[in-house]
């Protein structure tokens, strides 16, 4: 977009789903090895970049820290360092996306920064680096470089691109409070978990019946007991699924269920997936 002189990039930045989730064991970096299908969906921030006089950084929403914490600013230094390009910049955040909901927003953030900041300073870094080079960033941020569908293992950084799925309407449910990532992790117990065929789950979303679960949820509910509550009303409305997303709070849902939410966030979405070579 061009304003006057100034050349504005604006690009999506969506969030993301986990349609399942599977924990397999704690490692000794004390992050968590899981097999997970991730997918973007058309709820997105929308983020504005500039080339300036001098760095800046805004926000929408003011809870939400413009400090070096921001994950914005993590990929604007990373990149930096990276490539030596370190002209100033404006960036502008116009928040959608709720935080601590398990929707990867702050990730999401972060990996369009990077895509942005090689086409505006056209540094032609391929993106496979920026992906390679996101992982120190947060285990999410690598996910946004793929085209929107992707099987995600390690700490969830190892990536592999997986044909587009049909969508159906899904309906995002958030309450108010939300959890912290590390918290939720450090409560669940991996030993307690249910054995699983990760390949025949795989197999079941390109199949007749999506087989939908997140190992994070139950210790979401020990840490939340609202939340266990909030998916029985969800599911005693008439939804099919009721699905936690990452480590919550935000759940998805299928099926025609009464719409009857107070107080809650909801946005109704659908997978979202991009071209090669173009953003979301
Ligand atoms: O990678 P990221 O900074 O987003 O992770 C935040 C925290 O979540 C980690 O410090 C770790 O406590 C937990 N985590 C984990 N296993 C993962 C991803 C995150 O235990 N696969």
């Not at 004390?30 to 300036?52: C, N, P, W």
């Not at 921001?70 to 360092?81: I, M, S």
């Amino acid at each position: 977009m061009l304003q006057g002189e100034v050349r504005i990039l604006t690009l999506r930045s969506p969030s993301k789903l986990n349609l399942f989730l599977r924990v397999l064991r704690k490692r000794e970096d004390g992050y968590h090895e899981i097999a997970s299908l991730f997918q973007t969906v058309d709820l997105f921030d929308l983020m504005h970049f500039r080339k300036d006089e001098k760095d800046l950084f805004t926000c929408s929403d003011p809870s939400i820290p413009i400090d070096g914490s921001n994950l914005v600013l993590k990929a604007l230094k990373l990149f930096r360092q990276k490539t030596g390009k370190d002209l100033p910049v404006r960036i502008d955040l116009e928040k959608r996306i709720p935080i601590q909901a398990g929707l990867g927003g702050g990730s999401s953030n972060a990996a369009t920064t990077l895509f942005a900041l090689n086409q505006l300073f056209e540094t032609e870094v391929p993106t496979e680096l920026l992906a390679a080079w996101s992982s120190e960033i947060g285990s999410d941020v690598p996910f946004f470089f793929s085209l929107g569908t992707a099987f995600c293992t390690g700490r969830g950084e190892k990536v592999q691109n997986l044909p587009k799925l049909f969508s159906s309407d899904l309906l995002l449910i958030k309450p108010k409070f939300g959890l912290s990532t590390p918290q939720v992790f450090k409560t669940m117990e991996v030993g307690s978990l249910p054995e699983r065929s990760i390949e025949r789950i795989l197999n079941s979303f390109y199949e007749e019946e999506p087989q939908y679960f997140n190992d994070l949820e139950f210790a979401a509910f020990q840490l939340k007991p609202e939340l266990k509550k909030l998916r029985q009303e969800l599911v005693n409305q008439g939804f099919t699924t009721v699905q936690m997303t990452g480590s919550g709070t935000a759940f998805f849902c299928l099926g025609n269920g009464e719409k009857k939410i107070k107080d809650l966030f909801s946005c109704q979405v659908r997978f979202l997936n991009r071209n090669k070579d173009a953003w979301y």
